[in-house]
Each structure stands twice: as C-alpha cells, then as structure tokens.
C-alpha cells in the first residue's frame, strides 16, 4: 500500500476492522503486506497496520521501487513452498 497514511473520512471502526483483518489475513499468510509513506505520511498510523515497519518513500524514487518490487516477485515466484526468500536491499525508502 502505497499512502498518505490519512484516513479519508473513514469512520474510526471500519479503519480498526481493515487493521484486524490485514494482521489475520499476514498471520494465515494469506498475503504479505507492505506500508509505503510518501513525504509527509503519518507514519506512526502506517505502523499500526502492518506486522512489519512501514518504509518512507525517499522522495519521489516510485521507479526504483517498483523495480525492487519486480525483483522481489520474481525471487518468490521462482521459490518453492517453505523455502525462505531474501529480498533484495531496499535503496529507495528508509524505515
């Protein structure tokens, strides 16, 4: 998720819920999920959604993260079930 880290109106419930199911759903390993900030991101909302720490997008570098994102894909796509994956260094955001 690429964000702000705003809520946009939202109420203060159906944001809790979106936080409980993300969490189930990483914790089912249904998915995994990643919190991007742009500048000015709430990050401390950003790192209450996700099991890991959101990255802060370092200026407008969405190319070179798109790239790392292709990698990492690839690296999963060709894993198999079980085996443990290492992403590529990431270069274009901090934690």
Known sequence: MITDGAPQGEDAEVIREAVQRVK??????????????????????????????????RGLRFVDMFVWLSKSTERVAHSREGDQIALPPVDWGTV
């Open 24 to 57: 189930a759903d990483e914790a089912e390993k249904k998915v995994a999920f990643f919190c991007v900030g742009v500048e000015g991101a709430n990050m401390k909302l950003l790192s209450k959604l996700s099991a890991r720490p959101p990255l802060k997008l």
